[in-house]
RNA sequence: GCGGAUGUGGCGAAAUUGGCAGACGCGCUAGACUCAGGAUCUAGUGCCCCUUAUACGGGCGUGGAGGUUCAAAUCCUCUCAUCCGCACCA
């Protein structure tokens, strides 16, 4: 009758945590008691599909390590929330009519019923959701922080702007001009960007969800339209972002990520003189330039250039500025026009990625005026391109055709001469090709065609030129940064909106002044709206709220409120904050609270977020902090990525029309990427059946047809696949401890590894087992085993039960979960074939178990405790310790080799000395056979590992 | 193209960091048992060879090719494959 039943035991130990609130943190770590560890999850979205297989990953990764720190008595801070606003809510709204906030409740209750069957040790009373007011209030808070800030380079933090030094000349020309010159350095402001607009979904799209000009969803066409935006000056935090890094425990991979995505470059600002060459007479500039080496030239007349490689001055024979840069009217002769308009137009439909992807062919046009190359004195082009960037350094560049790969291209293309200046190494194959001029090298050497720097090495050029432009005040050395600031507003309905407000004047049009809304009026709800659906024009829905809503009054002026709303980013930037202290009305966080929580020592998610959330958060961060609203200069402190789960391993088979089949070698792909046989027919991949397939030598084939090779492969989960594995049927197939034992014994946590439900039956086998060894499960009521006995452990026993303490403890401090399953697997094995069963032991492995598998844990530890009350719930008792003593073993096998092959083994003193053990190896048979008459060249004695003789 | 990661049995994976390759689990094979239970228990299971057969024994083996070493999955060089990022950032 006492099977084991998890769905019997699951949902009553799971009313019981909830009732008696067992993993209730407390406000403040009692840190006499032992250490904080904040263990923290990537909030879920919690989309209508509910919970997949991927998000218990991480979730039991983090609740193994927080009910393990418990158990050593560590104060733990382990919550959950909701990600809950985002597009898919307000996307079924319009589809359905129904409030996001409706079905953001419903799924939030979806996803917390999930998240509570599988037993997790969250302290649920500070569950937030991003789109509660009462969180959604301190999101707004936040933002005018970082509204009231602006970066001082002086001491490289923000300050409040009130501390901005406001300059005479700005100061007399009265109030507005302060406030604008205030509003031009906040690290929030409105800025005209260029944002993909879909008409047809009503909204603006990101980069990434834009392909070939057309809308990822539903393949509508997409704008370039200019639109005034907020914008996040994270930019200013470049530096600091960076170098933070370095004493983060992240993943190397994921630092990297950030280190790129910020992508900080040195090198040197060059201004070329522009200014019209036969007016301001080029004989005097060749004079000047003489004089000084350089010119001085009017200010207005150049184009400025940015370039990490100043020491390849003398090699610019031409400039490229990016289409949209300022300077392109100017520029432009007037019988270029025509075709500059044509080529400007074309750029501006082509997206960013749409410019950056594809062949790449260079296109350009020449603007018909030159500047001149400060070095050489030599007039140069001046060409308009879409290769270079309007956001990145200056937007203009100097190209050097010898020595940039992109450059060269497009000197080859149009015919623009190309002068090496620096010298290939010997070893290089294209040296000769490079110095005549007809090749590219992009390495460092010896500089030459350099004037008077010839003969130095590239470093020394770099810095030789950059002082002299510097001297001259034709440049300077600059540091670039690929980061651009963050464009922060939506045009969409369900977001936090900003409690920002425009002033208006009489006749009710912007002033241009902005206004904060002042806190004691925080949270800015979100209007009643009844219509969701999009209109077809780029204002935000929430410009259809009624007036009453739309209009408030600040300061005695009629003001109109901001109509866009924040990012998803928004809400998930600080929620690691609020998790301390949820309920506060007063503060975002109580301080002393927060200064003994964080930072956040252990963040587990997916990779997914490596660059975006995990940037953007450290920058809001780092404001709050220069601002003293938290303690630490970085809120996580430890960062582990949880791998991704594939579906379970397919086999596919190809098929023609007619249903024969053919080897997987016999396919191939048609121009447009269809499978075809060679005859160039139709041919399907079909999934084959894993009892249908053999292995043959490496491949695998139909069992029907050995000469049929198929392919094996995981793919990632898909609806379209088929291959998606819902967590609530494993439950209800396998249970929750079966389940979370599974996702820990896969393989290693950071791993991509492929879903198995025979896997899951395995680790279900092991609670089986586990609970047969403890549980008389002929019985007809709940007993003990009768192998389950209250005597000592014998010292074999003692041996296996104290190892297996000690590894668990050890790989479960590591998190290597699955070995620590292996361990707790060998033991059961092991006690299993055990006559009796020491009671010590039993419940050891119980307490072991409990982190990894804690229904079944505390079922087991109930009845092992039934003679003994009060001994409370398994998932509160202290952790076991190993005894060394019970480890030392009397005598140790070691394997012997001969030329370094194992030949045997010997048996000696685990402390037996490197002559002993030598002695003993020499006077083994085997050994002496194999030596026989030989002589030994060398023998190596490793202590407690092995003994290796070198025979000759 | 650039960068990162990973390659170990039929499958998921271990290997104390240079010291017995394949722990543990799945799958498979054979047997036992039966209170027919997602049964359980026992034994076996990297590949190949020798042997009538067993015992014993031998060879090969961590994507591939070299190298260092008494000893290499682990270190070095080259190379191939897969996956994931980034992608004209001057």
């Known amino acids: 009758m006492p099977r084991y039943n998890p769905a019997e035991i699951e949902p009553r ?74 597009l898919p809510a307000e996307e079924h709204a319009i589809k359905t009519g129904e409030h996001p906030r409706i079905q953001t409740q419903r799924n939030i209750d979806n996803f917390t019923r999930q998240l509570k069957m599988l037993g997790f040790s969250y302290d649920w009373d500070r569950k937030i959701a991003t789109t509660d007011e009462a969180y959604f209030k301190w999101t707004q808070w936040i933002f005018l922080v970082v509204y009231d800030t602006w970066f001082d380079e002086a001491s490289d933090k923000g300050r409040p702007i009130a501390e901005l030094p406001i300059p005479p000349e700005i100061q007399s020309q009265g109030s507005d001009a302060v406030l604008r010159f205030q509003d031009s350095h906040r690290l929030a402001y409105q800025d005209d960007a260029l944002v993909n607009w879909c008409p047809a979904l009503g909204t603006v799209l990101a980069n990434e969800e834009v392909i070939d000009g057309k809308s990822e969803r539903g393949s509508h066409p997409v704008q370039r339209l200019p639109l005034r935006q907020w914008m996040l000056r994270i930019t200013s935090y470049a530096e600091r972002l960076l170098d933070g890094l370095d004493d983060l425990h992240w993943p190397t991979g994921i630092k990297k ?144 055709p010898a020595h940039d790969d992109r450059d060269f291209e497009f000197a080859v293309q149009f015919g623009l001469s190309i002068v090496a200046v620096v010298d290939p190494p010997q070893s290089a194959e294209n040296r000769d090709a490079v ?72 006749a009710g049009n912007p002033t241009g002044i902005k206004r904060a809304i002042p806190v004691d009026q925080l949270p800015v709800r979100l209007p009643d709206l009844a219509d969701f659906k999009p209109h077809g024009r780029p204002e935000p829905p929430l410009e259809k709220a009624a007036d009453d809503w739309l209009f408030v009054t600040l300061e005695g002026k009629r003001h109109k409120r901001e109509t866009n709303t924040m990012p998803q980013w928004a809400g998930s930037c600080w929620y690691y904050l609020r998790y301390i202290d949820p309920l506060n009305s007063l503060a975002l966080v109580d301080r002393e609270r927060e200064a003994a929580w ?120 898909s609806k379209s696949r088929g291959n998606v594995v819902n967590p609530d049927v494993v439950v209800n197939d396998y249970g929750a401890d079966s389940l979370r034992l599974f996702e820990m014994f896969m393989g290693p946590l950071e791993a991509t590894k492929p879903w198995s439900m025979a896997g899951v039956g395995g680790v279900r086998n092991f609670l089986d087992r586990v609970w047969r060894m403890i549980v008389d499960d002929r019985a007809d009521t709940m007993i003990l085993n009768p192998a389950v006995v209250d005597v000592p452990c014998d010292s074999e026993q003692a041996r296996v039960l104290h190892s297996t303490i000690r590894k668990v403890t050890e790989d479960t401090e590591s998190m290597s979960f699955n070995t620590a399953i292996a361990r707790m697997m060998e033991f059961t094995n092991f006690f299993t074939r055990c006559e009796s069963r020491p009671r ?43 005894d060394e003593s019970a480890l030392v073993q009397t005598s140790i096998e070691l394997p012997v080799q001969i030329n370094g092959k194992v030949r045997t083994k010997i048996e000696v003193a685990p402390d037996a000395d490197e002559a002993t053990v030598l002695q003993t190896a020499l006077a083994d048979s085997r ?8 002589s030994i060249a060398k023998s190596i004695v490793v202590p407690g590992r092995l003994v290796n003789l070198v025979v000759k």
């Not at 958060?617 to 609203?629: E, P, T």
């Not at 119980?846 to 990894?852: A, D, E, G």
């Not at 109930?862 to 952790?879: D, K, V």
């Not at 050994?927 to 030989?934: L, P, S």
């Open 13 to 86: 130990w799971q009313a019981f945590w909830d009732a008696s609130k067992t993993f209730s943190c407390p406000d403040m770590p009692n840190i006499s008691k032992g250490p904080k560890r904040y263990i923290l999850d990537m909030f879920p979205y919690p989309s209508g599909e509910g919970l997949h297989v991927g998000h218990p990953e991480g979730y039991t990764a983090t609740d193994i390590v927080s009910r393990f720190a418990r158990m050593n008595g560590h104060n733990v801070l382990h919550p959950m929330g909701f990600d809950s606003f985002g």
């Open 257 to 400: 990520l950030q280190q790129d995505w910020i992508g900080r470059s040195t090198g040197a600002e060059v201004d070329f003189f522009i200014g019209d060459a036969s007016k301001s007479d080029s004989s005097a500039w060749q004079t000047a330039r003489q004089a000084n080496g350089f010119p001085k030239v009017p200010p207005g007349d150049v184009l400025r250039v940015y370039t990490t490689r100043p020491d390849t001055l003398f090699g610019a024979t031409y400039m490229v500025i990016a289409p949209e840069h300022p300077l392109v009217d100017r520029l432009t002769s007037p019988v270029q026009r025509t075709a500059m308009i044509a080529y400007r137009d074309k750029a501006s439909f082509k997206s960013d990625r749409e410019r950056t992807e594809g062949e790449r062919a260079k296109t350009g046009v020449y603007t018909g005026t030159d500047a001149i190359n400060p070095v050489t004195g030599k007039p140069i082009a001046i060409w308009v391109a879409d290769y270079v960037l309007a956001t990145y350094g200056t937007g203009a560049i100097m190209a050097v």
């Open 435 to 506: 110095l005549a001029g007809r090749g590219c090298f992009i390495g460092v050497g010896k500089a030459i065609n350099s004037g008077e720097f010839n003969g130095q090495h590239t470093d020394a050029v770099k810095q030789a030129i950059t002082a002299r432009i510097t001297s001259a005040g034709i440049g300077r050395a600059a540091i670039n940064y690929k980061l651009r600031d963050w464009l922060f507003s939506r045009q969409r309905f369900w977001g936090e909106p900003f409690p920002i407000a425009h002033e208006l004047d009489a």
């Open 598 to 717: 964080m930072p956040v020592d252990l963040y587990v998610g997916g990779a997914e977020h490596a660059v975006l959330h995990l940037l953007y958060s450290r920058f809001w961060h780092k404001v709050l902090f220069d601002r003293g609203h938290v303690s630490t200069a970085e809120p996580f402190g430890r960062l582990i990525n949880q791998g991704m789960i594939l579906g379970e391993v397919e086999f596919t088979g190809y098929q023609r029309s007619d249903g024969t089949w053919l080897s997987s070698n016999q396919v191939r792909r048609d121009t447009e990427g269809n499978r075809v046989d060679d005859q160039g027919m139709a041919v399907n991949g079909v999934r084959v059946d894993e009892a249908d397939v053999e292995k043959h030598g490496d491949s695998f084939a139909l069992r029907t047809d050995a000469t049929i090779r198929i392919d094996s492969r995981a793919h990632k989960m």
């Open 840 to 882: 010590e032991a039993m419940e050891a492995i119980v307490i072991l178990i409990s982190p990894y598998a804690p229904h079944i844990a505390e079922e087991l530890w109930q009845l092992l405790c039934a003679e003994s009350n009060n001994r409370g719930c398994a998932s509160l008792q202290p952790w076991p310790q190993w």
């Open 927 to 934: 050994v002496i056979a194999a030596i026989d008459g030989k």
